[in-house]
């Protein structure tokens, strides 16, 4: 996905559609903090570049979707995957706004 940034930030909204916790961490901006079921959090004004880690507590895989909402934001939906060949867990967010999940 690729989102517009506004002076070099994005906000970030995280949606979490799994049925089970994720933790969740900004690298340098946060500590891990916890997104629960069906529970959504924005990360607001992130300066860019960002990397962004995803895991599920109880092992489960994850299936991370990146959509641009709007100009300064992109919007990332977390759901569960069950193909062990597409594990992702990082989210990595270039300056021009470019997103990659691996």
């Known amino acids: 996905a690729i ?8 906000n970030i ?9 994720v933790t969740y961490e900004v690298l340098g ?10 529970e959504s959090a924005i990360l607001q004004d992130l300066p860019l570049p960002k990397t962004i ?5 109880d092992a489960g895989l994850l299936d991370i979707a990146a959509e641009s909402m709007e100009d300064g934001m992109l919007q990332i939906s977390l759901s ?14 270039q300056p021009n706004g470019q997103g990659f999940v691996n």
């Open 13 to 21: 909204s995280l949606v979490n559609n799994t049925g089970s916790r």
């Open 53 to 57: 880690t995803l895991v599920r507590p």
């Open 80 to 93: 569960t995957e069950t193909a062990l060949d597409s594990i992702q867990g990082v989210i990595r967010i």
């Open 29 to 38: 901006d946060t500590q891990p903090r916890e997104l629960i079921p069906d």
């Open 3 to 10: 989102a517009s940034p506004i002076n070099n930030q994005l």
